[in-house]
């Protein structure tokens, strides 16, 4: 009985691979969207993250951290990451993303106050 069993589980098995090759990750990945349950939590990384979310009590220190770093020029990134570590907060990485990142380049320039995104929030 198991010689005859071993190449439908084989058979079974090499097909769900190329199947999974085919959709590609990314499209895998949206699978689990269709519960709660099925998001993966994992620490945040300090750079490329799609988007950073705080709470209304951590978003003023926050403008001031983005204003000052911008004004040295070092990576949003990686100081936004200093700044949850300094403040004490955690960060998660939830996949799938929750937002969709549009660009390759930051939506903060030196040209735009980081009160224009938060301004209706905060003001």
Known sequence: RCTVLLPRVLLCW??????????SRQHTQQW?????????????????????????????????????TMQEGRPLDLAMSRFRQHSGLRGFLVQ?????????????TKNKDPLEFVGHIHG
């Open 14 to 23: 090499v097909l769900t691979s190329y199947l999974l090759v085919c959709i």
């Open 32 to 68: 689990r969207t269709a519960h709660p349950q099925l998001y993966s939590w994992s620490p945040a990384p300090a750079c490329c993250t799609p988007a950073v979310l705080y709470n209304i009590h951590t978003i003023t220190q926050a403008v001031h951290h983005i204003r000052d």
């Open 96 to 108: 799938p993303n929750l937002v969709l990142h549009i660009g390759m380049v930051s939506s903060l």
